[in-house]
């Protein structure tokens, strides 16, 4: 009499523009059966973002991180914020498999459940410390920042349907594996479903870096900074 073993992992990742693919080894491409079919059932909740204001660093050092974060400037390198959103465009799973034993070396396991999150965590505001709450400066600088928290939610909003579908997609269609442990067969299936949902994060990330890059230029600074005088 054959045992089934079902098995709940937790897998964490964040996604920033590139995914790991794990390499397929022969015993895992190798396509194994169950004797009874069975469904996956996939729920995915949609992060926002808290926001979340902070007004205790110079300008210097929003320079630095803006530098460390790779965001490009507006001005060059001379350039030096006044304000700055940072946030990761981040993924959880919790995945859940059934393995049967095959051999004494050898298991066949299949996905069963997918608890998912996509979107941010955190959507961190950063004003320069020079601008104290209530100043014309401060509010001016939260403004246009606020414009950027925008600009993460929206193309969250957009592609979150997209995201959903293709993972939805990938976990139902996704085949039993061959595998040395539940544990290998639950990281190998995971990191397929990254891999499949790489491309859109891809996708929305360069869409996230041309409308925030719309919105640093020149020319809008420019305007913003005539409304106040305690630049």
């Known amino acids: 009499m ?26 895992m491409a190798a396509v194994c059966e169950f004797p009874t079919p069975a469904s996956v059932q996939v729920n995915i909740h ?13 300008r210097d050092g929003l320079r630095r991180m803006q530098r460390q974060s790779g965001r490009a400037s507006a001005f060059g390198s001379a350039w030096t914020p006044v304000g700055l959103t940072l946030t990761e465009l981040k993924y959880q799973m919790r995945l859940k498999i059934e393995a049967l034993p095959i051999s004494k070396s050898a298991y066949c396991a299949r996905l069963t459940a997918v608890d998912a999150e996509l979107g941010y965590d955190k959507l961190r505001v950063y004003i320069a410390r ?22 993460f939610r929206d193309a969250l909003n957009r592609f979150y349907p997209r995201l959903q579908h293709r993972l939805q997609r990938a976990a139902e269609e996704m085949d039993p594996v061959r595998s040395a442990s539940p ?17 859109l994060f891809l996708e929305m990330n360069r869409e996230l870096d041309r409308n925030n890059a719309k919105l640093d230029t020149p020319e809008r600074y420019r305007m913003e900074q005539a409304n106040c005088p305690d630049w």
């Open 130 to 151: 020079k601008f104290r709450p209530g100043s014309c400066g401060y509010i001016s600088i939260s403004d246009h920042e606020m414009t950027h928290v925008a600009v």
């Open 46 to 58: 949609q992060l926002t973002g808290e926001v979340v204001m902070n007004n205790e660093r110079t």
């Open 183 to 199: 544990d290998s067969a639950a990281e190998y299936l995971r990191k397929r479903l990254s891999a499949t949902i790489k491309p």
């Open 2 to 27: 054959s045992k089934r073993i079902r098995f709940t992992r937790n897998l964490v990742g964040i996604l920033m523009g590139c995914a790991m693919l794990m390499a397929v080894t022969p015993a």
